[in-house]
Nanobody, 128 residues
Framework: QVQLVESGGDFVQPGGSLRLSCAVAGFQLRSYAVGWFRQAPGKDREGVACMSALTVDTYYADSVKGRFTISRDNIKNTIFLQMNNLKFEDTAVYYC?????????????????????WGQGTQVTVSS
């Protein structure tokens, strides 16, 4: 059974840091494209960071470049999103996703509509 389970969402003050995790069961992440997406109230889902299938190439939304880092542990079959210097506008529900056949910068495109597998989401709230 395929399952993606996010954790690590929390309340944090502006300038703070959080590390999101996404534990994957049911397939090996090793060659999959993986991504983090977010959706704020009243807004469309948007790509935050992703890693292409088959390579370690990473892609980031302009709004998070230099602050967020995506990584994965193929042994633990887990995806991570390190978020530093968080801002009010980073408040959203964050989702992880995985798919075996998304390559290059397409891993960040179309709000993630090309991904087959999704987690349930974890809330990140940046507030003073």
């Amino acid at each position: 059974q395929v399952q993606l389970v996010e954790s690590g969402g929390d309340f944090v003050q502006p300038g703070g840091s959080l590390r999101l995790s996404c534990a994957v069961a049911g397939f090996q992440l090793r060659s999959y494209a993986v991504g983090w997406f977010r959706q704020a109230p009243g807004k469309d889902r948007e790509g935050v960071a992703c890693m292409s299938a088959l390579t370690v190439d990473t892609y980031y939304a302009d709004s998070v470049k230099g602050r967020f880092t995506i990584s994965r542990d193929n042994i633990k079959n887990t995806i991570f999103l390190q978020m530093n210097n968080l801002k009010f506008e980073d408040t959203a529900v964050y989702y992880c996703a995985a798919d075996p056949v998304i390559y290059g910068s397409d891993c960040l495109a179309a709000g993630g509509s090309r991904y087959d597998y999704w987690g349930q989401g974890t809330q990140v709230t940046v507030s003073s």
